[in-house]
Structure formats: C-alpha cells, structure tokens
C-alpha cells in the first residue's frame, strides 16, 4: 500500500495562505481516494475535504470557498491550498488515503495515514 508524507504547513497570519503537499510512494496511487484531515488541542479529529481519482471532491462547511485541493496523479501527490486562513484552523493537519473512489468522510475508512503538520494561524 502507500505510503504518505506531507510538507508545508507553519505560521501566518489570519488571512493568509498557506500550501500542504502530501506526497504518495509505494502501492498504486490512483487506486486511493486521498482526504485530509487536521485535528485541533483537545478536539477529536475531523474531516476536512477529500478528493478521489477522478479529481472529483467533498468539501465541508469549513472549508467551502478557502480551501483548494488539487491532485497531480503523474506525481503522486495531492495539494490542499488554504486561503483565507482563521485562528479557528489551527490545527495538526493529516493527509489520509482510503483504497477506491468513494469520498468518504469517515475517518476509519482510510487506512494510511501521513506523519502530521502542525498549521498555526495568528490573530
């Protein structure tokens, strides 16, 4: 199966952008829908927004009009644009992948997990 490891994420400003890659190796990356997840101090983790193969993707509330998710399948990897960021993203933000096209929000079906990149956004 694949494995995930993400970069980018730091500090900003509320406002700002910040960019998070999470790059695939090993296994077959188109047979994975790729979500991202993040999970705040003291909160269970949540769904953010996911995107299958296809290129076809759900959104969240949250993430709805901010948040960008692209996928490059020649590269292995995903990128998640976050614009617009609110001291209320802050958060450790986790890359995931879910074997198959579904876009699922449950957290249990994905099955590979990345390391984690703590996004901290400033008042």
């Known amino acids: 199966q694949v494995q995930l490891v993400e970069s980018g994420g730091g500090l900003v400003q509320a406002g700002g952008s910040l960019r998070l890659s999470c790059a695939a190796s090993g296994g077959t990356f188109t047979d994975y829908t790729v979500g991202w997840f993040r999970q705040a101090p003291g909160k269970e983790r949540e769904f953010v927004l996911c995107i299958d193969r296809f290129g076809n993707i759900r959104n969240t509330d949250s993430a709805f009009g901010r948040f960008k998710l692209t996928r490059d399948n020649a590269k292995n990897t995903v990128y998640l644009q976050m614009n617009s960021l609110r001291p209320e993203d802050t958060a450790v933000y986790f890359c995931?992948?879910?074997?198959?096209?579904?876009?699922?929000?449950?957290?249990?079906?994905?099955?590979?997990w990345g390391q984690g990149n703590q996004v901290t956004v400033s008042s």
């Open positions: 995931a992948a879910a074997f198959g096209s579904l876009l699922t929000a449950i957290t249990n079906d994905y099955t590979v």
